[in-house]
């Protein structure tokens, strides 16, 4: 039976795997840059702890307790990488944006009728996708290019007397509602949840993510605050470097 | 019966969007309609009086009217639904109905899903290949089957084609190719079945690019608003696990 | 448009139309499914029971076998059938299924080990067999010995028409999707395809086939309260019946289904019962016990249909805003139950009553289900009176159910009579018969008949609506030619189809649109599924007996002496007002089962003499003929094998068959 079926198969063409194999390298370059972000705020954070734990970090990437001596040069090598890994992902995911007027008009349609969570959820990554291309390139550029400037009063100077804030700003809320929302989808992308458990799986994921994203928003905030009002106090000696007490 | 809330009686406004593209001078335009509401009243009773009283072109499609046949998807007030099953009481006094987006339209409400489908299962392949279904000794016992296993595929099979997941689909709005759900769903109910004798690179053939299982961005628009409540989201999780290793 | 031009034309895309599709496209013809939706969304998806086949895999099915199939759907039709289609049918039910399930049906299968079910009221447990496991198991339904209906879940037509339309894609069998056939083409003697509307463009298309086989299924349309789809309007048969030549068999017969969901109709699955689910009054008793002891709720449904509105009528019934109605209760098999094996009538139940049949009482009373009925065929499913017409399922009647047909057994019989009528069209179309020698000419001509004929229905000024006249049949067809028949109903019922007849002449359009046309679709069906309502009221009222699902409460008694016969309708003159009705005797003598007592239901009826006269002569030939095993019995009595096609007339195998 089956005309179709019955005839001989045709010579098995041989598998083209870059489509599986650019959908995992999306998926993983997010789950990477996530996994940084997250990291990355923990760092940033020192300063709540003072000014001295800040300059502790901040020397700890650029090796001095390894090496002996500071080389800020490798926060430019890891900024290059994570500013590659940025470039890959966006390039990954643009794919999926909509390509033409026609498609962004369909989706905008389809958004705004189906009034669904996880597909609006899905446009708002794509809008904070695009501007963090833009966001984080810049905030990337600046510690590629001044490494050097990376400090409880440098990075201070630099938000509060450089403007900053008005980037860091912005950037805290957009990247992690990125990464929030991007971490729910990539587990339920790939988790292994049985069907009859999914509902459940996915409320708790939800939740997690929510919680996540606040806890972030409040650290984040925390700590750019910090820097800002460090900044302020700063100010009239905008340029000098933090001497540790402690040490000097 | 009784048991079913009486309400005060409503006159329910329903906006429904009237086009037929038969006819040159025909703009899609939004009709509204009053209609008094009835006791357990559904759309498909609704919109047969509208079409008996008002208007008799109003064109829309059911078959069973009992939300096995898959005939009546459409999008009411935003999402897509089974008209046939969805009772007035649950919608406000003014709602409006528009025909599933992403399929040929024929006329009002009335769209080419029949079409869609077949093209879908025509490229999927969705049949047991088998190499001696021909010569199958039909006086013979039928081949053993695991009873879960047969529980299982009756699973993804009560899939009925509505085309609701197609509609609910940001990637399939925005790309025709995709095959959208109701597709891969297929795909997984035939490499589930041991009858099938195609393997994972058989199937990757199918489904293994942005047009098949890599084109879904996991919005679940299909999973939410599946009308037989399908396990889609973990079946195509699933579907995309086993691509990725093939 | 210039014809297409295909081998077999096959009119409806079910069960039935797209199985006998694949047999004549294996045989190497062209084949066109003409279908007036997708395939998929044709009405065999609402089966969900099961389907009979006498596996006998699961413990309650143990024994089974033809002989208790046959025996089953003889009495079910009491005795209204074709006993030598009922026996081919018995032997090709395992093979179909066995085909299906190598198609990809996923059958619900045998677990070994012990189960509790629940029969009768009361909870048991019982224990499957090791060897059945794995194997397609069945449950019980109504009229039968044993418990022979096999299902998928409660989606037993839907999975099986997906199988069934996927296979038929695979073997590019191309499926015209919203084309309806208006006319048959033919020369007065030979059929030669049809002319069919385009209900999307309105536009109209004329195939010229040398076979042409209907499977448009039922008529149930015509009734107001019907479980069947919105597309069942007969209307393959009243095609038929317009070329004059067709006839229509046994159009009175007319199923009501025991438990459609009250007020809609909405059909909830005979396994409810099948599985242990109990019918009670407005008093919550449980009244089927009180009338049939032996079978109680799983009597044939023509019984149970009637006792409940007996019981109604007595005024026994729950009643509600919108009527009175009995209860169906499937409580007591469980939540897991009917979670796993109910859960389309869950669904149903939640969507459209908003209630847990888990926890509540489902309101159901009969509604019209199926018709017996339809175009006349011979055994092998071809027209006996135009030649290259066949027709096949519910449209046909080869005559399998008589009277009444049992649960399950029809979406058996599509699969069946497709295999059988697959290979009789191809058998003709490589016989000298099936060649034809194409006449552009004559499909010019019907083309342009029904092109004017629908131009003046769409120019026609009259003031009638079609959708209320159609309203006004359905409501006679509920009122007076339902599950209780007198001659005083049916003359008021043909007096009105007459009168609506004559209105529907006056029809008049408010658009005549281009494209989709709903309307000018309402009006022109309206005068044949009229005609089939005269076909079924005109036979219930000549027929003054009660046979199956035909009750007559002026005359309640089967009379075998009189009535033993397959009403034959048929509408020869176009201007004729009602149809011409002839019949055809059942003989007596050559059936293998001899009138009697069903088993259930009313037990007086009047005897043909013939019927002791043919049990003494089987009981003779039975004791001439010394010990023989069961296939030699039967063949002994009225062998049938020769009218199979060869490929479908091996034995079916069966678990703890010792010789294989």
Known sequence: ??????????????????????????????????????????????????????????????????????????????????????????????????????????????????RHLDTTAWYIQVITGFALFFLASAHLLVVLLQPENIGPYASSDRVWSGRFWLLYGPLLLIVHLH???????????????????????????????????????????????????????????AGERYAPEAVE | MDNIPVRQHRTLTINILRHNPADGDSQPRLQAFEVDETDAMTLFIALNVIREEQDPTLTFDFVCRAGICG??????????????????????????????????????????????????????ETWVHASDLAGVDLDQMEQPMDPHLAEQIYELERCIECGCCIAACGTAQMRDDFVGAVGLNQVTRFRLDPRDQRDDSDFYQLVGDDSGVFGCMTLLGCEDMCPKDLPLATQIAFLRRRMVAV | MSPIVTDVLVIGGGLAGQRAAIGARRRGLDVTVLSLVPAKRSHSAAAQGGMQASLGNCLGGAGDNEDLHFADTVRGSDWGADQDVVRMFAHMAPKAIRELAAWGVPWSRVQKGEHQITEDGQKKTIREADAAHGLITSRNFGGTAKWRACYVSDGTGHAMLYTMSNQAIAAGIPVHERMEAIALIHDGERCCGAVARNLMTGELQTYLARATCVASGGFGRIYRVSTNAVINEGLGAALALETGLARLGNMEAVQFHPTGIFPSGILVTEGCRGDGGLLLDGSGHRFMPDYEPEKRELASRDVVSRRMEEHIAAGHGASSRFGEHLWLDIRLLGRDHINSKLREVSEICHYFLGIDPAEELIPVRPAQHYSMGGIRTDRTGQCPSLSGLFAVGEAACWDMHGFNRLGGNSVAETVVAGMIVGETIADYCESDQGELTLSTALAADFQAREAARLRSIATNPGAEKAVELTRQMQQIMTDKVG????????????????????????????????????????AYRLPRMLKLALCVACGALQRTESRGAHYRADYPQRNDQQWLQRTLTSWPEQDQEQPTIDYEPLDIMSMELPPGWRGYGARDFIAHPDSEARQAQIDALLAQAGPLDARQRQALLMPFEHFLPGIYRGRNQRLGDTDG
């Open chain 1, 1 to 114: 039976m089956g005309a179709a079926a019955l005839e001989p198969k045709p010579m098995r063409q041989k598998i083209n795997r870059w489509p599986a194999r650019l959908d995992v390298a999306q998926s993983l370059s997010g789950l990477l840059l996530v996994l940084f972000i997250w990291g990355h705020m923990f760092f940033e954070s020192s300063i709540l702890l003072g000014k001295d734990a800040m300059l502790w970090v901040t020397r700890m990437f650029e090796g001095a307790h390894l090496l002996g001596r500071p080389y800020p040069v490798l926060v430019s090598v890891a900024a290059a990488l994570v500013l590659a890994l940025v470039a890959l992902h966006a390039l990954l995911a643009l794919r999926k944006f909509p390509a033409n007027y026609r498609q962004y008009h369909r989706l905008n349609r389809h958004v705004s009728a189906m």
């Open chain 1, 179 to 237: 990464a929030g929302i991007g971490i729910y989808r990539l587990c339920l992308k790939w988790g292994p949840f049985p069907a009859q458990r999914l509902g459940l799986w996915r409320g708790r994921i939800k939740l997690a993510a929510y919680c996540i994203v606040a806890f972030y928003l409040c650290l984040g905030t925390a700590s750019l605050v910090t820097y800002m009002r460090i900044g302020a106090q700063h100010a009239p000696y």
């Open chain 2, 71 to 124: 005939s009546c998807g459409m999008i009411i007030n935003g999402r897509p639904g089974l008209a046939c099953r969805t009772l007035t009481r649950d919608l406000p006094d003014e709602f409006t109905l528009l025909p599933l987006p992403g399929f040929e339209l024929i006329a009002d409400l009335s769209v080419n899903t029949g079409k869609w489908m077949r093209g879908m299962a025509e490229r999927l």
């Open chain 3, 483 to 522: 599950i209780f028949r007198s001659a005083e109903r049916l003359e008021e019922a043909v007096a009105g189809l007459l009168a609506l007849q004559s209105r529907a002449s006056r029809i008049g359009l408010s658009s005549a649109r281009k494209g989709p046309n709903p309307e000018l679709v309402a």
